[in-house]
Every structure is written in structure tokens, then in C-alpha cells.
């Protein structure tokens, strides 16, 4: 079979294989037990809606030949017509919208929403989960319609821990609490229907990816393939972990996929430690575990890790794998189980994990018609609804990185020129992992449509043909653009051309002439409004703009979906007061001598390693984590919080559930002592003031910083806790933060376990700052003392 990582952007390939499944998709969604085709079927127990999920799965599992087993094992798993089984295709795609699907006919659209690096911005848990929902609703549709399956593949939860990482867009930034949150927000909204509704049946399964450590792509000649990422226990438990176990715990997610590299000298496929020890057995996993698109053949074909094609088949289900996207399972398994290299015990509780999957979306209930989504379809998709929901996470998301002299917001009554290779970007606003959009609204348009109408000119020039802006030969009509208007807006950055799957960047620099354009057409325009605006998932170096005076405002757009140049136009008009704070720092591009394969979050003073993230990186960055500007000023202040509490003894923490070293399980711990981590939670209350003289939302971030911060290996600081308000000018809203001594205030040992330093930590939100004491209990104390 062609490699299917060798068609780039595997979705050109699935797209061509869901429309071979699907074929005939008029007659309808096909279903098992459907009665109408094969009354036989009644008398099979798996068909029996009365009986448990359990019951059903284990019967239809014994009737299964080994041959219809390992067929079940792939991605594109064959229908069993003797049991009335239809074919189902497992790979969808949701991560900012309904995506690798056949789009057409009846569906040929679904609404695309900023990718999640954006969304992310706007610390704002509610939007995630109502993302969430939407994704969901138009999926069902796609179900109803008989296009596409209900299993997706998202969301993309691993740490970008570096900025020249080509998926940046699809994550949720450097954080492990936002992106722990993200994940637990976005995939319940994904999977949980309406809790009025009086289905039990998930509305969606999600899936939690690419478990771990995985954020090299393709840089200087190593690719993820190929990649063996060198990591910690510390690393893992305090970074590439965290929303991953939030995802299963938090989100209830049903699903995750392992990566394509290797950890520690074990590809994560192939990891039983990870994938049954700490996914399945300590965060309870309740669902499938999928790889990545021939991840399996990777162990084999690329590295050689396993020596022969049954050698891989074994090493991934005896790891733990269920589904392998891709066909060595369905190819080599049989072979495998006949050498002895796996049991067949294991086939059968991969395709039963499987099976219990497709019934708990309903698909063994009878016709999805008659059941609780059925009556999704294309009524339920582009709504206008889902359509301003895309508008309003942009609006949330983007950051204003620099407004000097408040030249935000423009007048609706300038003429202006709007200049630069995504001044009238559409698909590139999309990211990747992108659908057919419901509609596009391009920077350019947001401001026509959204500017005063008749009463301004608003003039484009695109100044380079494209991002990569090579020639320089439209730069001067850009200049003499620029020099008749009263206002310059840039709309300047990146496109999948730079970042992308497979494609890491080198630099952290504008593109060709990019920067080139940009001085000139400030420098053509001087003395009036210059607005630059980057459109970009990873960060780029814009110092030369920061420090420029010319340049009075920078923001930043992520790619903001199908209706991001409104979002742009109406914060650049001032009808919305942005709030959007980066997920991510900015870095100069001195950063890129760092190697790009080196995993370690800590700072190594030896080897002049900085560090990486807001959490261990003290060097220089140019925005950095939790930055963004308003149109007013907020003023914050402690309102209530303790000034001392008395932690969990040390034994009560590892015993937390929430405990990220999977150790803890050969420890004896009672439930008395699970719980005491979850009942020593406490409130910080939070006053925010609005001083300025407009309406704006506000996101309160929380951070910590223990008392051994920046050295031997603890963070800096590191964020506890978020949540956003909006405030009325002039107005204050007081914010309630619910903190957990074990979960937010911990720090990871070397040993991977987290525990509560005794000592002062200092909270802070902006310029406020709160001294809190934790004291040792009185158990470890007692303990401490003997030992003295
Ligand atoms: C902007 O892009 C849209 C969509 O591709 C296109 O229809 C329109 O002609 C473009 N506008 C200008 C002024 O080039
Ligand atoms: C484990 O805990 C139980 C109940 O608290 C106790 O009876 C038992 O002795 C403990 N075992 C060990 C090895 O500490």
C-alpha cells in the first residue's frame, strides 16, 4: 500500500477514500442490525438494544472469525456483511471545524473556525466548549447524511514547546493548565449531547492527540519518523503529559492516538508503559487507543525498531494499540498471532474496545433516524448561529500586541489602504486541517463591510504576489497606495508555505521581502496611523516593528477561519475591545541556535541551554506568554485568599488521582487518602477594575511561583488558574478562582511525582501580588522532626 504519509497532507487521501465508502451515500446512512435487511439478525444477542453495551459486544465478538477480527484493526475497516455489519471509516477530522470529509451534495459546506491556536487566546472555556458543540452538531449532520463516520480526530493537545514547530496552529500554545483545560473543554463539548436531551448514547467520540512529547516535524534533516525525542521523567510529568491526562480524566475523552517518534528509545506505539500502564490503567481510559497514520509501518519500515511486519503488528497491540491507521494491523496480525508473538486475547479485546466504541455512538441501536441526533442534517449546518460563533472566537482570540498613543481604534471615516500578501487571504485564514468554509470574509472585506460604507475608500494592494515574497517588484505600487490614504493597515505573515504538518520553520523571521514592504510603506506613510497585523499560528520575530515609532499598532490574527477579516475590521473600528492574550512567547530569532531536538524544558547552565517556555526560558523574548493589550486598563487586587493553609502530607499526594507519576500505584493508598488532595481545595477572589473609559473583557491569569522558583529545576512561575470578565468602564467584577493545593501549587521531582513545597508561594495577576504560606502537615512535620 502507498505510504500514506507520502501523499502530504493525508487528507487529499482519505478524502479520496471516504468518497469510495460512501459511494451511494443516497440510500441513506448504513447501519448494523438493521432488521429491514436481514430479519436473522433479530435473534443475535449484539443486536438486542435491552441488553448491556458488554453483553452485545462480547457476543458479536464470539462470532467473529480471526479473519473479520484483524479486518476490524485499520482505520477503513471492512464491512462483515454475514453479520450485518456495515464498512466504517474511523478517520474524521474536527479541529477547528468538520474537515476530511466528503463535502457535497446535500453538506457541501460546514462553518471553519480559527484555528486553536487562536481560540486559545481567549482563555475563554465556554467558547471551547460551545466550539465544541458545533463541531459536533455538524458532524452528526454529515452522520445523518450518510457521508462521513462520528469518530474524530481531534483536538491537537501536545505542548509547542518550540516556536519554529510547524503545527503550532493546531495547538492550544506552551502552557500544560491551558492546554489541559482546552482539552478537557473542547472534547466535552465534542462528545456529550445536550444533558436535556434523553439520549445516553455519545453525541461524538474525540480523540486526544499525539500522545507524547511529540513536536518536531521536520527540521534539518529530522523528521517525526525518524525522531527519537529524549525526554524526562520531570519533562513528562509537568509538560508533555498534563492535558493529555486532563483530556481522558477531565474531558472523558474516548479515544487517543500515539505519535509517530519514538520516547526514549521506544516509539510510543509501542509503549507499554504508556499506553496501558498510565493511559489505560491510571487515567482509565475508556475508549480506543489509535495510531498515528502508519505509525505501525514506521516501527518496521523507518527504524527498524521492530525487526520484521508481524514484529510490529505485536509490538503495538501488545503496547496496547487498538487501531492502526494504516494496514499493518489488518495485514500481519493473523501472521503474528500464529508465530506466538501475540495472543489472540488481546485481538479480541482491541476489536471489542472497537466495537463497544460504535455502540456507544448508537450505531447498533437501529436507524440513526429514529434515534436522539437523527434529526441533525443540513438544516443544522452554516447556521448563522455557528457562523457568528466562528466570528466571535476570532474577536476573542486575537491579540493586540502594541497600540501606541491609542491609535486603535481608527475612525470609520479614514480612506484606507490595506496592503500586504493576506490582506485578501481566504483559504489561508483556514489553517491546516481545514474544511470547505460556509463563506469567506477577508481582512480587506471586514473593512469595506464593516467600515463606514460610502463615506471612506479602502484601497488594496497586495505588495508580494504571495507570503513567501520573493520579488519585490509590487512593492512600489504599494508605496504609492499607501501614500494617498489617511490610514495603513499590513496584513503581513505566514501561510502553510512556511508552517505546516511535516514543515518546521528555520527561522522566526518575515518571509523574503516581507519586512522590506513593510518599512517601506511605513516609511511612505509616516505621520499617520500604520497598523501591522500578522496572521501566523507560530510566532514571529517583529522586533524591527515593535521598536519602530512609525508603526503605531501590531496585532496579532492567528488564521482566524472563514470570517476573520471581520473579526479584524471591527477591532480595528473599535465595535470590539480585544482581550485575546498569546498562548505562546515570542521569540527573537537568536532563539533559532537552539536545537530544535533538544527536549528538555529545564535550563542546563552547563551547556548554556535557556530553557524553554515562560515556565523555565528567563532569556529575551519579544511577547511573552499571557501578552495582550486592551483599549482600556485593568487594575487588579487580592480580594480574598488565605494567608497561610496546612498541605496534604506527602503520602495524601502521591495518592491524589490527579498525581502524575504512574509509581503511586504500588503504593498503599486507602480512599481516605485519595481524597484528601480534592478536599483541600480553596478560593482566591480576585477584584478587577475597569480604569479606562470603554466596556472590555479581561482574562485574569493566575500564576504562581514556589518557594524554590527557578532553581534545581522548578518553574519560574507557572500559570494556577484562569478565567475571563467582562467589566464596564469604570466598573469592577470580582473573579472566584477555585485552587488546589496538590494540582496547582505542586512542583515535579525528578522522580516525576508532584508534591507542595512547604514555604511562600507568591501569587500574582498583573502588577497584584499575594504571599501564601503552605505549611508541612502535621504528619510530615512529625516526620521531618524524628529524622532531625
Ligand atoms: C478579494 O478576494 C475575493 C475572494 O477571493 C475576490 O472575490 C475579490 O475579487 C478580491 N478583491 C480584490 C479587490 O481583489
Ligand atoms: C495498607 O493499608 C491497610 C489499610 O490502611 C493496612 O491495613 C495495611 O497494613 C497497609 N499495608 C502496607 C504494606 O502498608
Known sequence: MARIREAVGAGTLVMVMLLGMFHGAEAGVEYACNFDKDASLKTMAFCDTSKADDVRVKDLVSRMTMEEKVSQLVNTAVGIPRLGIPAYQWWQEGLHGVAHVPFGGALPRATSFPLPILTTASFNKDLWNQIGQVVSTEARAFYNEGLAGLTYWSPVINIARDPRWGRIQETSGEDPTTTSSYAAYFVRGMQEGDPASSSKRLKLSACCKHFTAYDVDNWEGVDRYHFDAKVTEQDLADTYNPPFRSCVQDGRSTSLMCSYNKVNGVPTCANHDFLVNTVRNTWGLDGYIVSDCDSVMVMHESTNYSPTTEDAAADALNAGLDLNCGDYLASYTEAAVQMGKVKEGRVDSAVSNLFTLRMRLGMFDGSPSNQGFGNLGAADVCTPAHQELAVEAARLGIVMLKNDGNTLPLAKSNNLAVIGPNANATHTMLGNYEGVPCQYITPYQGLVQFGSGDHNKVWLSQGCISTACQHDDLIQSAVETASKADAVILVMGLSQVHESEALDRTSLLLPGN???????????????????????????????????????????????????????????????????????????????????????????????????????????????????????????SFAV???????????????????????????????????MCALSNFEVHVDVENAGAV???????????????????????????????????????????????????????????????AGNHLLSVGDASHSLTVLSSLEDAAIASAGD
Open 641 to 675: 485568599a488565605p494567608a497561610s493553609l496546612t498541605a496534604p502530607s506527602v503520602h495524601e499526594q502521591l495518592c491524589d488521582p490527579h498525581q502524575p507519576s504512574s509509581q503511586t500505584a504500588t503504593l498503599n493508598c486507602s480512599k481516605a487518602k485519595q481524597e
Open 695 to 757: 466596556r472590555g473583557r479581561h482574562t485574569v491569569l493566575l500564576f504562581f511561583t514556589p518557594p524554590s522558583a527557578g532553581r534545581n529545576g522548578t518553574p519560574v512561575k507557572e500559570l494556577a488558574a484562569f478565567e475571563s470578565v467582562i467589566v464596564e468602564a469604570g466598573q469592577q467584577q470580582r473573579v472566584v478562582l477555585s485552587l488546589n493545593p496538590c494540582r496547582h501549587l505542586g512542583t515535579v521531582k525528578e522522580d516525576g511525582t508532584r508534591v507542595v513545597e
Open 514 to 636: 516581507q519586512q522590506t514592504l513593510i518599512n517601506q510603506v511605513a516609511e511612505a506613510a509616516a505621520g499617520r496611523p500604520v497598523v501591522l497585523v500578522i496572521m501566523s499560528g507560530g510566532p514571529v520575530d517583529i522586533a524591527f516593528a515593535k521598536n519602530d515609532k512609525r508603526i503605531q499598532s501590531i496585532l496579532w490574527v492567528g488564521y482566524p477561519g472563514q470570517s476573520g477579516g471581520q473579526a479584524m475590521a471591527e477591532i480595528i473600528f473599535g465595535d470590539h475591545n480585544p482581550s485575546g492574550k498569546l498562548p505562546m512567547s515570542w521569540y527573537p530569532e537568536s532563539y533559532t541556535k537552539i536545537s530544535m531536538t533538544n527536549m528538555a524544558m529545564r535550563p542546563d547552565a552547563s551547556s548554556n541551554y535557556p530553557g524553554r517556555t515562560y515556565r523555565f526560558y528567563t532569556g529575551e523574548t519579544i511577547y511573552s506568554f499571557g501578552y495582550g493589550l486592551s483599549f482600556t486598563s485593568f487594575k487588579h
